[in-house]
């Protein structure tokens, strides 16, 4: 598949504290089976078509959560960051953190900075990890450096982030939360059912199926739309 044609698959991993809750272990227990969940869709992502996929690990509005809960989500950040490195580099995948980071523990930068200096050369999947990330405040951002006279690729340029081809969220919520708002105007929504520490590489290869199954027209009609017009004109 060329590059060209490979995908943007943007997914909320959502689930984790329930999955926990419902096993009777700590929240923290489901964060970690988050984070192998995590592994496994980055294995299977460049053999589906996908060529960026950018996760939601952590929201500006997750600083309301517990301190004890904030905590071990930054030490489990640190620790994938770590052990995944050298293996995203043996299989191309190059990883970049988006968000702010001027709120994250500083112990916290270096990992994050030597993860993306080693992975830079990946071709095969850009992985992004969306850490104290608002797409509201992104996009505040990118209109405060937006020309008076710039257009709506202008914009895009300064937002830095391609567009979203199919956005997944997990655990049967059915809503966007902040996530990637402008990329995903004409995205695909495969909303799931299964918990995120549940999620195989076979349910992103049915969120896929489903999304190929659909068709996309951006605002325009389909040929056999666009003809059937035509002929009562």
């Not at 329930?18 to 294995?43: C, M, Q, Y």
């Not at 930054?74 to 995948?93: A, D, I, K, P, Q």
């Not at 919520?173 to 520490?197: C, G, I, N, T």
């Amino acid at each position: 598949m060329s590059s060209d044609n490979l995908l943007h698959v943007a997914v909320i991993m959502d689930g984790n504290g329930r999955w926990a809750r419902t096993r009777g272990l700590p929240r923290v227990a489901g964060h970690r089976r988050g984070a192998e969940a995590l592994r496994r869709a980055v294995e299977a992502a460049p053999d589906l078509g996908i060529g960026t996929l950018t996760v939601y690990a952590f929201s500006s509005d997750n600083w309301k959560r517990p301190s004890q809960e904030i905590n071990a989500l930054m030490r489990l950040f640190g620790t994938y960051l770590r052990r995944e490195r050298e293996r995203c580099v043996r299989n191309g995948v190059r990883v970049t953190v988006i968000g702010r980071r001027d709120r994250l523990p500083p112990l916290l930068l270096p990992h994050i900075e030597e993860c993306e200096s080693a992975t830079a050369g990946g071709g095969k999947l850009w992985l992004r990890l969306a850490v104290d990330y608002s797409s509201r405040d992104s996009i505040v951002e990118a209109a405060r450096r937006m020309p008076h006279d710039g257009s709506r690729e202008d914009f895009e340029r300064l937002l830095d982030s391609p567009a979203v081809d199919v956005l997944i969220r997990t655990a049967g919520e059915q809503r966007l939360s902040d996530f990637l708002l402008w990329e995903s105007a004409y995205a695909e929504l495969v909303f799931a059912p299964v918990m995120w520490p549940d999620f195989e590489g076979q349910h992103l290869a049915g969120a896929l199926a489903e999304f190929r199954a659909r068709e996309r027209r951006f605002g325009g009609l389909t040929a056999i739309a666009a003809g059937s017009r035509t002929a009562l004109l």
